[in-house]
């Protein structure tokens, strides 16, 4: 059986088996917040966008369209078996879809040209791909809870996994700043994100509450925002401003919420009357 860690003939691991979140190159960190798309993932892989290049412009014309990053203007799925499927111009580098793996796949992350990615499973296993480097693992550990995803460094060298009870791990060149496996809180942690110059990083608990970590400042809900008091359902992801200085957040409701100075653009409650399905993460475009 291939275990996490494991490397073949030349060297590199065979493979080893991510709210997601995903913080990318240098170029992704630039992305400018006034222009930005925020995008909601949600249930039957529905995606609803919000932000000025979601609708038309003034007067009728076309907004601008995002920019789209990397190589490819595309994207990839990868399912609990570690299979992925590529699509527009994403290439295919490997997957665990063959393998018996000791614990699912929770997450996937790309490296900053688009050629590789990460896969990790629950048990923090990860599985890398293409130019992705196998930086270290927990899948040779035992976890007190299991990971829930994965989020890389900017600079690809290294990537921090997260554990539902708060739990930071840290590999290659990410700093390791904190974190709350020690004394975890009474709710589920949903997600990690770390700072523009990876100095920090926050952590979300499912009840919308913030822990900061490193340079990551304590942030509170934006004026602009939703309160949490009209939170309708466990957050589910979030993902950082540029600025460093916020992020926002998705729960599984569809609610959208803006902390700090991070800009709040609308969610799914209020776009789609009657909503009943179920968002799990949350993107943003560069604009």
Same mark, same amino acid.
């Given at each position: 059986?291939?275990?996490?860690?494991?490397?073949?003939?030349?060297?590199?691991?065979?493979?080893?088996?991510?709210?997601?979140?995903?913080?990318?190159?240098?170029?992704?960190?630039?992305?400018? *917040? +006034?222009? #930005?798309?925020?995008?909601?993932?949600?249930?039957? =892989?529905?995606?609803?966008? @919000? %932000?000025?290049?979601?609708? !038309?412009?003034?007067?009728?014309?076309?907004?601008?369209?995002?920019?789209?990053?990397?190589?490819?203007?595309?994207?990839?799925?990868?399912?609990?078996?570690?299979?992925?499927?590529?699509?527009?111009?994403?290439?295919?580098?490997?997957?665990?879809?063959?393998?018996?793996?000791?614990?699912?796949?929770?997450?996937?992350?790309?490296?900053?040209?688009?050629?590789?990615?990460?896969?990790?499973?629950?048990?923090?296993?990860?599985?890398?791909?293409?130019?992705?480097?196998?930086?270290?693992?927990?899948?040779?550990?035992?976890?007190?809870?299991?990971?829930?995803?994965?989020?890389?460094?900017?600079?690809?060298?290294?990537? *921090? +996994?997260? #554990?539902?009870?708060?739990?930071?791990?840290?590999? =290659?060149?990410?700093?390791? @700043? %904190?974190?709350?496996?020690? !004394?975890?809180?009474?709710?589920?942690?949903?997600?990690?994100?770390?700072?523009?110059?990876?100095?920090?990083?926050?952590?979300?608990?499912?009840?919308?509450?913030?822990?900061?970590?490193?340079?990551?400042?304590?942030?509170?809900?934006?004026?602009?925002?939703?309160?949490?008091?009209?939170?309708?359902?466990?957050?589910?992801?979030?993902?950082?401003?540029?600025?460093?200085?916020?992020?926002?957040?998705?729960?599984?409701?569809?609610?959208?919420?803006?902390?700090?100075?991070?800009?709040?653009?609308?969610?799914?409650?209020?776009?789609?009357?009657?909503?009943?399905?179920?968002?799990?993460?949350?993107?943003?475009?560069?604009?």
């Amino acid at each position: 059986m291939i275990k996490p860690g494991d490397r073949d003939a030349t060297g590199n691991p065979p493979g080893a088996g991510v709210t997601p979140v995903r913080i990318g190159s240098p170029q992704t960190a630039r992305r400018a *917040w +006034l222009g #930005a798309v925020m995008a909601v993932m949600i249930g039957l =892989g529905s995606l609803l966008t @919000f %932000g000025p290049s979601a609708a !038309a412009a003034p007067g009728g014309s076309q907004a601008p369209q995002p920019r789209i990053l990397g190589p490819g203007n595309g994207y990839w799925l990868v399912a609990s078996d570690g299979g992925i499927f590529s699509f527009g111009g994403s290439q295919f580098f490997g997957s665990t879809g063959g393998m018996k793996l000791n614990k699912p796949i929770v997450g996937m992350a790309e490296t900053p040209d688009a050629l590789g990615y990460w896969l990790v499973a629950s048990d923090g296993g990860i599985f890398a791909y293409g130019d992705a480097g196998f930086y270290g693992s927990t899948g040779s550990i035992r976890l007190n809870k299991p990971v829930i995803g994965m989020v890389p460094t900017h600079d690809g060298l290294g990537y *921090w +996994l997260i #554990a539902s009870d708060g739990g930071v791990f840290a590999f =290659g060149d990410a700093g390791f @700043f %904190g974190s709350l496996g020690g !004394a975890p809180p009474s709710t589920a942690l949903v997600g990690v994100a770390p700072t523009p110059n990876g100095g920090g990083y926050w952590v979300l608990g499912a009840n919308g509450t913030v822990y900061s970590f490193g340079n990551s400042p304590q942030v509170g809900i934006s004026g602009a925002s939703p309160g949490l008091g009209a939170m309708k359902g466990p957050m589910t992801g979030l993902i950082p401003d540029f600025s460093g200085q916020g992020f926002d957040a998705v729960n599984g409701s569809g609610q959208a919420f803006a902390y700090g100075d991070a800009p709040y653009f609308g969610d799914v409650t209020t776009a789609v009357k009657n909503y009943s399905g179920h968002a799990v993460g949350i993107a943003d475009t560069p604009g």
